[in-house]
């Protein structure tokens, strides 16, 4: 069976420090994968998509960046973290685009 | 590109009651909807999905309604319990598109036992 990891589960960090997330999928190949954002009591943002590796889709310009080294690898960066940039990131994985999304666990990210 | 607007964004009922959450999408070639359930701190969880070539679908106490025509999905919870609070969110997408699911912003419902 498929499973998502994403690690760590909290982190907090002064401003301007870098930032670096990891997802990985286990159990299948070539899976969608994405990065999401969810502010404190609000909705989903989607911030990255890639749909095989090197391949990353920014949805909205912000200080992050996203790559993508091995087919089920996600990594989520900033180079200096702004507050603004709190929230819990959700990682998810789907297959060819036709099923749901599986989130990861997510991590909740604090800087202050 | 997609929009997808949810209503309402609080709900509170008797456990007991039925609960009715109601999203909107504007893309006409949308044609998977499904439904997430995030428990406080936890991921979304996919609770139930429908096509667009069936109206309706039902899972237990959950049932999910589609009108194409007028570009409307619901999410139904029928005989409510304290552990169906949670946030609800609805999703719009195209299978097999290079287009991504669009969220609603969500619904929490608050279960009062």
């Known amino acids: 069976s498929q499973t998502i990891h994403q690690w760590p589960a909290t982190l907090v960090q002064p401003v301007g420090s870098p930032l670096s997330l990891e997802c990985t999928v286990e159990?299948?190949?070539?899976?969608?994968l994405y990065w999401y954002r969810q502010a404190a009591g609000r909705g989903l943002q989607l911030l990255f998509y890639?749909?095989?590796?090197?391949?990353i889709s920014s949805e909205v310009p912000q200080n992050l960046s996203a790559s993508r080294p091995q087919d089920r690898q996600f990594i989520l960066s900033s180079k200096k973290l702004l507050l603004s940039d709190s929230g819990f990131y959700l990682c998810?994985?789907?297959?060819?685009?036709?099923?749901?999304?599986?989130f990861g666990s997510g991590t909740r990210l604090t800087v202050v | 590109g997609e929009n997808v607007e949810q209503h309402p964004s609080t709900l509170s009922v008797q456990e007991g009651d039925s609960a009715v959450i109601k999203c909107t999408y504007s893309?006409?070639?949308?044609?998977?909807f499904p439904w997430y359930k995030q428990e406080l701190g936890k991921r979304p969880q996919l609770i139930i999905d429908?096509?667009?070539?069936?109206g309706e679908k039902k899972d237990q106490r959950i049932a999910v309604t589609l009108n194409k025509t007028a570009k409307h999905f619901s999410l139904h919870i029928t005989e409510t319990q304290p552990e169906d609070s949670a946030v609800y969110f609805c999703a719009a997408s195209i299978l097999g598109s290079d287009n991504d699911m669009r969220f609603g912003a969500g619904t929490r419902l608050t279960v009062k036992p």
């Open positions: 893309d006409s070639a949308s044609n998977y």
């Open positions: 998810a994985w789907s297959r060819d685009r036709l099923y749901g999304y599986t």
């Open positions: 159990g299948t190949s070539n899976p969608n």
């Open positions: 429908i096509r667009s070539n069936v």
């Open positions: 890639s749909v095989g590796i090197g391949q």
